[in-house]
């Protein structure tokens, strides 16, 4: 059995009743519906081909997860954190105090979309900041860096249920450590932002935190906390959160860049992270308070 999640600011009883159409004529075999949050988020039950009821159900102005009925609360969450947890990428952030934010952004925006190698886009970006002091860092975390909406209810709810939450960046300690601490998170992984002298010497402590150490982390994670894959979340929007997202039982890309959103086994375009709760079976009033 499925379950395919519905998720939105205000959900009417037409598009629901239009979703279970959408899935009896594609063949689903949808056979009940139960809501997790009247009006926001409304499962329905169907009883095969998850790929058809992904495909029928998204692109309709709603969030959707389709995902198995069973084993919906993850144990473990991996997540990253720029333009996830918080609302920018702070490396471009931290170039408009240089003034070359637009430089730096475009590099960034084509290695999450995969088109760079990401350490080598991580070093070339870097290196541009070579000079800038380091006091920048604290004023960039104070000025620019906000919590993303949904991010603290996210965690401290499956903190609540036992799980472990994880927050793997390719993003920077300086910015991440404050972040993992307010949002709530478990551990913290990320790069090394070098300074000598009070000022960025335009280098990045190796081994650099990609792609293959996010992977790296579920499945240590995994392993030392005796889960199944099906245990598992991770959420991100970059190409180097990929590996991880494709390798969770259930992976989430966040408002993401289109080779991401397409190869992730559920996408959330319009909601905040919330949304991670109500695909996971757990109403409004069953929140950790933030």
Known sequence: MFTATL????????????????????????????????GEAIDLQFGRDPTAARR????????????????????????DMDSTMITVECLDELADYAGIKAKIAAVTDAAMRGELDFGEALDARVALLKGMDESVIDRCLAERVRIM??????????????????????GFT???????KEIG?????????????GKLTGTVAKPIVDAATKLATLSEAALDLGLPREATMAVGDGANDLAMITQAGLGVAYHAKPIVAEAAGARIDHGDLTALLFAQECPLREWSAV
């Open 7 to 38: 998720i939105a600011a205000s959900l009417s009883k037409g598009e629901v009743s239009a979703a279970r159409d959408r899935l009896d004529a594609a063949g689903c075999l949808p056979v009940a519906e139960a809501w997790v949050e009247q």
């Open 56 to 79: 029928v159900l998204e692109g309709q102005g709603y969030d959707v997860v389709v995902q198995p009925a069973e084993h919906r609360r993850k144990m473990l969450l991996v997540a």
């Open 185 to 197: 998170f478990d551990r913290v992984i990320a790069n090394v932002l070098e300074v000598a002298d």
């Open 174 to 180: 300086r910015f991440a450590e404050p972040m993992a």
């Open 149 to 170: 909406p949904g991010a603290r209810e996210l965690v401290r709810t499956m903190r609540g249920w036992g799980a472990t939450t994880i927050l793997v960046s390719g």
